[in-house]
DNA sequence: AATGAATGAGCGTTCATTCAT
DNA sequence: TATGAATGAACGCTCATTCAT
């Protein structure tokens, strides 16, 4: 079974929207500001990405970072969008190959996403994201807009290796296999107790998610 | 297979220490400010339980706040370890009942996690306590004491279950099912989008958990 | 002996420095609060100069007092400095005249600080200096820069009536004659019980201080 | 002339008065709080001083604290009074000694003085109390009680050396004697730049002062 | 597009004080 | 005599926001 690593990371990148004036001083500024808010996020936590910090970490003056964010709500809103929609375009085009088995294409796919885990970004990023999305509706929405979008791929695969199951069950057999990976994050993401065993849970747990996948029994 | 839920629902009570010295009065005051905290830290986050806040919503004035907790880290590493003990507590004298086989036994701590998962409670704090572990080193450390006590039973369990197994992976394969057990949280707790189909979740895991357990080849 | 009190008593002018950027109205508010700072400084001493008396007896908010003085330090520093260069200042452009003795320069030197003394300003903000410098050190060293200026002109002076004396005993001779001047601040200062004894003061002390100089033997 | 350093150095004992109430403990209690409240005056100046610190300091509960001083000012009060009082104790049985001439005596007064100047103290202590005096008419009044005691016996000195001067001239030159020797407090004090020149500061000093008293013309 | 100035609110902390135990 | 509990006020500081330049 083939366990290399996915060759492009996922969610290393920001994808800032456009705006109807669209200099470009004005565009790179605004990178510069996301791509600054999301280093101190993942640094130091939520309440340490203070507008203040943020346009001092960026070398702007602090008048200059409310001329493109006017409250910190925008700033945020923008920021988990653009992290996400990061995230959600590396899914887009990487998990898509017609040539391999339903069996392979579930062990790549968690291969990617086990991969990602012990990355900075995605051990910082995320509990930040589940801590906020239960107290932020806003931020609770999109979040599993993002994690349907991931689970997509899942309920291919599992469709193709369970054409028995009714659709339910299918996709409970994905958020049960995608929550099992998520929860690797607080264990053994960057800096966490077991990072140096990952690869050994990566075996444990793709293993074991192609045997639940294919031996469920409702 | 057994799915009755748990009888006790860990992690409800908080385990305030005593002090040598002091009045009934004050042990009242200190439990309340407490609960209190703990109350605002579930329902709106972590930056929001502020001295003030716990002080306004405990009926009592600011200045007797900071007359039984002096600093905010005061206060916050006795909730933490109050909380936390609660948790430690309840699997402390759950778990262990001589009377069942592994497998029952691997089932009956997993129906007990999983039951716990949608309380308000757990659901709101446990993502609090990741986020935080992440950019508190306090906090991390005093959180992974918990899992790993949280996981002592698992490694009994799956000892009796796979004597056969190096144990290092008999303790992965814990981490890997402790882990995926918490990742629910996210998806499946209290107002999660899928805390409908917690029976549903419950069957899968479980039942994948235990054949992970007794079909684990290295 | 000429006793005519000096033209202009130094110590009455802030020197605030300019910033690189900035408007007019900010300049003009940061003089505002140091003037204010003084004299609350003066008038009730160190521990009343807090933030918030200095932004309400300025006549604005809070906020506008830390945006041009984040911290208190900032506003502290900004101050000394302000009051030590308006002393400094004045001791430059008035000791140095060359059409006068030697003696008649000791005399003049000593009017001029001695006619200072009685000020509500001076007698106010010594005292506060030095008991400041006796815990801090930042404020020690600038203090004490101040006083070495300002002795400078003395050690010219002594040094033309006696350069039979090795340098050591010259200064020390200055810092003498200097000590003995300050000294007299705590009783013959403004609202002091011997305020009003101060023209003898300052013709006992003169007459003493030229014969120490002129008959001082190692 | 004699000029070995005083036996007892002035200022190390504190008078601590007599309650109606003579229980040996409470006294006992007393002693070690203004004590404590002394040294912190000492090492970190006037506003370190609380009533928190000092019963932390102490070892005593803070209750216990507003139980022998019920405010501050009490013991604010109470502790000058003690340090005040045990100066004057040094001076009144140290100064009057018959078998010496005037001039001897004066010499033995200014060393005694100026010995005391480089105890941490007294460095310390005067110029709080300087600064104080500017703000609270309670402090300014009894330091000047202390200076005036302080001063009595130069003005007998004075008067055997001068008898041809008037009450007011030999008075004057008495303060400006006294205000020089406290003047050099700020420059010699201990750990002050010019500490280490002590010695030819007090040859100066004492020197000059003997001529001065022995030549002022009027 | 970028900066400076000003506001109001909230934070954690320290403090002096009063009163019951 | 000593301690515990509670109050109210002030402290320095940081923050998000608004507006003029």
């Known amino acids: 079974m083939p366990t290399e690593p996915a060759e492009t990371p996922p969610g290393t990148e920001l994808i800032v929207p456009e705006r109807t004036t669209g200099y470009v001083k004005g565009r790179e500024t605004r990178d510069l500001i996301l791509r600054t808010a999301l280093d101190i996020l993942i640094e130091d936590g939520w309440h340490a990405m203070s507008m203040r910090r943020v346009a001092s970490e960026c070398g702007i003056k602090f008048g200059n970072l409310t001329y493109h964010y006017?409250?910190?709500?925008?700033?945020?809103?923008?920021?988990?969008?653009?992290?996400?929609?990061?995230?959600?375009?590396?899914?887009?085009?990487?998990?898509?190959?017609?040539?391999?088995?339903?069996e392979q294409r579930l062990d790549r796919y968690c291969q990617l996403v086990l991969d990602d885990i012990p990355s900075k970004q995605t051990t910082r990023f995320f509990p930040e994201l589940w801590a906020l999305a239960n107290h932020d509706p806003f931020i609770h929405d999109r979040m599993h807009d993002l994690y349907a979008r991931a689970r997509a791929p899942l309920h291919d695969i599992i469709a193709a290796m369970r054409p028995d199951l009714p659709p339910e069950t299918r996709e409970t057999l994905a958020l049960v296999i995608s929550a099992a990976m998520e929860g690797t994050t607080i264990f053994a993401g960057h800096d966490k107790p077991f990072a140096a065993r990952m690869g050994l849970i990566k075996h444990i747990a793709i293993t074991g998610f192609v045997d639940m996948v294919r031996r469920y029994k409702p």
């Open 70 to 102: 006017r409250t910190r709500e925008d700033l945020v809103r923008e920021l988990l969008d653009a992290v996400i929609a990061g995230y959600e375009r590396e899914f887009d085009h990487i998990v898509y190959r017609a040539d391999l088995t339903p």
